[in-house]
């Protein structure tokens, strides 16, 4: 089946950009979607088919995907951004949706 | 768009247990539905989806032969029926919307979870 593969962490300060990848063979051919969880809490979808935004995430969050890796990326980071980042694609051979394992993004 | 799920529990290994997911403020019909599960301090895991209809679902290879999911359009719920039931089920599991009809699709409303414990 595909794998996506994410950097367990990534520390940021604050005010600075966060890029955040998923790297999966050939995934700029597929559609990437990518959900905030902060602790405790249910995910939340913040950007999806690769670099679309769904309503009320600020335009600071983004998404870009090309050859073997999608990125998300979030300009000028603040606390409240201090989560875990899953990306998500559909398995076309597997014919079913699989999640990356997650990169937990610490706000210093 | 709401959505609530209930059923977790505290069950035995070779157990049964039936999760729902009510949905509210929405034409449930219009979607498909999936279950999400998270072990403690892990990743999301995709468990099971089924289309708008009811016509096509689809599981994981750790579940399948032993989870059902099932809809019910007249009462805008959702269900997953585990059977024989593992102690690597044990997870918080999501009840979340596809973004459209298709299933192929993000998942763009998520529920709080209900918990599941397979223990002896």
């Known amino acids: 089946s595909y794998v996506l593969t994410q950097p367990p962490s990534v520390s940021v300060a604050p005010g600075q950009t966060a890029s955040l990848t998923c790297e999966g063979f050939n995934i700029g051919s597929y559609s990437v979607h990518w959900y905030q969880q902060r602790a405790g809490q249910a995910p939340v979808l913040v950007v999806y088919d690769d670099l679309s935004r769904p309503s009320g995430i600020p335009e600071r969050f983004s998404g870009s995907n090309s050859g073997n890796t999608a990125t998300l990326t979030i300009t000028r980071v603040e606390v409240g951004d201090e989560a875990d980042f899953f990306c998500h694609v559909w398995d076309s051979s597997a014919d079913h949706p699989v999640f990356g394992g997650g990169t937990r993004l610490t706000v210093l | 768009v709401h959505l609530v799920e209930s059923g977790g529990a505290v069950v035995q290994p070779g157990g049964s247990l039936r999760l729902s997911c009510s949905a509210s403020r929405l034409t449930f019909d219009d979607y498909t539905f999936h279950w999400v599960r998270q072990r403690p301090g892990k990743g999301l895991e995709w468990v099971s989806l089924?289309?708008?209809?009811?016509?096509?679902?689809k599981y994981a290879d750790s579940v399948k032969g032993r989870f059902i999911i099932s809809r019910d359009n007249s009462r805008n719920s959702l269900h997953l029926q585990m059977n024989s039931l593992r102690v690597d089920d044990s997870a918080l599991y999501f009840c979340t919307k596809g973004f459209s009809s298709s299933i192929r699709g993000n998942m763009d409303v998520w529920g709080q979870g209900t918990t599941v414990t397979v223990s002896s």
């Open positions: 089924i289309s708008w209809d009811g016509a096509n679902s």
